[in-house]
């Protein structure tokens, strides 16, 4: 047996004004469960509300969130100091959520007297998505649902699996475009919390947005971005200095060389700043790291996957792929954090692909002295989810600056397509991210994606940096200026 100390919400809307954590401590077996922390508080305080069915991670019924993250209660496992709230969803009463009003929008099959069978390849396609157990986890997380009238993403999830079943009689896409399907921001947050693994974006929104761009529904806007793909290679007009046209193909360290790279640049860097490219270079020969820059490099093609218009993105993919290839690269390291999620997750390559914070923490940082400020961070989407990097960002931040806040993750409105095509929707979340960054008191905002960089600028009071520039100022240099 063991013993914990654990805090729960409790909150009662008949007598409560709001939530209040209280502490309990019980004793458990070795290796219990969340849920079997509940059962020992509900046997000594029956007034406790929870929900759990099948103890199997099989029903859905017992998700909680434990430290902020939705769990299933009988799966994950406890521990001392956990705090165990509601999923983030209208309570009935303590752990006990609504759960009838979200999956009775999620879509169902219309009857049909189609006796067509599915085929095995699309019954293999269609396996992941029908995996989804009704938790609501992904609900209660998704960003574009607190500020649009998003139906949610799995009821994405479910329209993409109607969708592909040819016994369903009707077209569901227009039916996705009215509950939301361009609203998503592919955080992906819903994938990471799903307990069944279902990549709702990546598997049911990007394909059902594919299958509207064939019927020729995508986002006008978005059209334009892929136009621009198309004729330039860059998913964003010029600015006055392009990154590729300011360096040589071969960056030496200042001293010995402990590690060599290839850098993809992203179309962010290149066009709109490319004075944070060149902080990182200076960081880089400071580290000992050779940096290689093939200047054949074009758009990853993550705007085009991520707005389903894919239809020449194999040529994209070949091309960048080539131009590290023919080099020996070996290791290819990206700053954006779409990028290395795109290059990581949708091509198949015949290198590694590491985030700059990766690079850094597995080759070790040059000497650095603490800037004098207070610096929160913000979790770029595609690097927290996309990539689950969370770590490498901090330990970095923490040896450049004096003080570090938290403040809890949440995208900020700039992906998906979601900035460039539904502009109100990106301001509201960069709204909000707002509140949380002067909740935090910090002097300056860090964070190393440039949509996220520039997005969340337009939605802050106080200075947001790039990674690589505060390491510049921590190394006594003056960050890049053009």
């Known amino acids: 047996m063991m013993q914990i100390s654990v805090r729960v919400s409790r909150f009662n809307p008949e007598t409560d004004a709001e939530p209040r954590l209280e502490t309990w401590t019980v004793e458990v077996e070795e290796g219990a469960r969340v849920l079997n922390v509940l059962d020992a508080i509900h046997a000594r305080d029956p007034t406790l509300a929870y929900r759990s069915s099948c103890r199997a991670g099989q029903c859905g019924s017992c998700a909680v969130r434990v430290n902020g993250e939705p769990v299933l209660a009988c799966t994950q496992e406890a521990w001392d100091g956990m705090i165990i709230e509601p999923l983030d ?113 990546g598997k049911a929104i990007e394909k059902l947005r594919e299958i509207a761009n064939r019927e020729g529904l995508t986002l006008p806007r978005h059209q334009e971005v892929a136009a621009l793909v198309r004729t330039t290679g860059r998913s964003v007009e010029p600015g006055k200095h392009i990154f590729l046209d300011l360096v040589d193909e071969v960056i030496e360290p200042y001293g010995e060389v402990r590690r060599e790279v290839g850098f993809f640049s992203g179309c962010m860097f290149n066009a709109r700043l490319p004075e944070r490219a060149l902080d990182m270079l200076e960081v880089m020969r400071h580290a000992g790291i050779r940096v290689i820059i093939p200047k054949e490099q074009i758009c990853c093609g993550s705007p085009l996957i991520r707005t389903g218009q894919t239809s020449f993105l194999d040529e994209i993919k070949e091309r960048n792929i080539r131009a590290f290839q023919d080099r020996g690269i070996t290791t290819v390291m990206t700053m954006c954090a779409g990028c290395g999620a795109t290059l990581k997750h949708d091509y198949e390559t015949p290198f590694e692909v590491k985030d700059v914070s990766e690079v850094l923490t597995e080759t070790g940082l040059p000497p650095l002295t603490q800037v004098p400020v207070t610096a929160t961070y913000h979790d770029p989407c595609h690097l927290m989810n996309g990539q689950q990097i969370t770590t490498q960002p901090r330990k970095i931040l923490t040896r450049a600056v004096e003080r570090f806040v938290e403040m809890p993750a949440q995208c900020c409105g700039s992906g998906g397509g979601v900035r460039s095509g539904l502009p109100d929707e990106a301001a509201a979340l960069g709204e909000l991210r707002r509140a949380a960054i002067n909740a935090t008191g910090a002097d300056i905002v860090v964070t190393i994606c440039p949509f996220c960089e520039y997005h969340i600028q337009e939605h802050s009071d106080r200075p947001v940096m790039n990674l690589m520039t505060v390491l510049v100022q921590a190394l006594g240099q003056k960050p890049a200026t053009l």
């Open 89 to 201: 969803l209208p309570v009935i009463r303590d752990l006990l959520v609504d759960l009838v009003a979200g999956i009775s929008q999620i879509p169902r099959i219309h009857t049909s007297a189609c006796g067509i069978v599915p085929k095995q390849e699309v019954i293999a396609q269609i396996k992941p998505l029908r995996d989804c157990i009704e938790c609501l986890s992904c609900v209660s997380i998704c960003p574009a649902m607190k500020v649009t009238e998003f139906l949610g993403p799995t009821s994405m999830r479910s329209q993409m699996r109607i969708a592909l079943d040819p016994r369903e009689p009707g077209n569901r896409i227009r039916e996705a475009i009215s509950q939301g399907l361009f609203t998503c921001t592919s955080c992906n947050r819903c994938w990471r919390v799903c307990p069944k693994d279902i990549e709702i974006p």
